[in-house]
Every structure is written in C-alpha cells, then in structure tokens.
C-alpha cells in the first residue's frame, strides 16, 4: 500500500535527542545518516514525539488506509493527517516557511508542488535502505547520493500494464 503514494521527506521524526558522539547532531545529518542503527534513532524519536505529520492530497480513503498501516507497524506513533488539494498544501508550505514553522514531517503531493519545495530549498534531502526497492529513474536525486523523493504512484501505475 504504501508504494501507492509519493513520498517526499522534508524532515522525519522531529525533535529527536541529538548530540551522541557519532550519531547525527543536526536534521541534515540524520537525513543524511546511514548507519545500521538509523531506524532505531528514527523510530527513538518519534515515539518521543509521539506523531508523524504527514501533508497529503491523496484521497481520504488511501491516506486513511495509509496512516492506519503505519501506526499499526509503529504502535505509540500517531499519525497527524492533513489532506487538501496540491495547490493549497504548495500554498500552506510555502506560508509555513515564510513564518519559519515547519510542522510537516513527510508530504505527498504531485510533481509541480515538489518542484517548488525543491526550488525554494524546502527539501532536506535524505537516504534511506528502503531506497534500494525503486528504480534511479524513480528517485529525484540530490547532492551527496541523496534523494528529495520518489515516484512511487509512477511506479505502480507500470507494474499494473
């Protein structure tokens, strides 16, 4: 199910307890973190937080269906859905970080909206082992091996031809 959406990580699981010798102290070096312990900080911080925002124009049906997948697989983290269509979630980010409150975790919307983000360095490029499954023709790429999404609902649309 969740290869159904396209995923675009600004940043993921917010206040974490940053700061240990080795690990990421900063967002940028989490997304960017690789190690084999990243899901265990991922996963730390969010139970700490206790939601994930997630910023979607999908329908309400395969977010919900989304969402309740998620804190299924992640008992304890809540996720703190907002849906609208992609011109007033591009126009809600982009009033958000004018006034420097980021509250998205993770965004899914069409390619026109990721542009912008992407042109108005809203993006924090990340990597990820699950990165692995899509096709590099599938991954935005950004500096450093990163990525700034994937097109997952391109990539379901070709499996089902």
């Known amino acids: 199910m969740t ?21 990421p102290s900063s967002a940028a070096e989490l997304a960017a973190y690789s190690g084999t312990d990243r899901e265990r900080i991922l996963l730390d911080g969010a139970k700490r937080e206790g939601k994930v925002v997630w910023y979607t124009t999908l329908a309400a049906e ?17 996720v703190d859905t907002f849906r609208t269509g992609s011109s007033a979630l591009t126009q809600r980010l982009l009033t958000e970080a004018a006034a ?57 649309r070709l499996r089902l031809q």
């Open 62 to 78: 395969q977010n919900k269906q989304i969402a309740g997948a998620f804190e299924t697989k992640y008992p304890g983290i809540k």
């Open 100 to 156: 420097k409150r980021h509250l998205a975790d993770a965004i899914e919307t069409t390619l026109p909206g990721l542009l912008t983000f992407r042109d108005n360095q809203l993006l924090l490029p990340y990597t990820s082992p699950h990165l692995a499954g899509f096709p590099d023709d599938a991954k935005e790429k950004a500096p450093k091996n990163l990525v700034y999404w994937t097109h997952a609902r391109v990539l379901h």
């Open 3 to 23: 290869r159904l959406i396209t995923v675009l990580l600004i940043f993921l699981f917010a206040p974490l307890a940053w700061g240990q010798t080795g690990k």
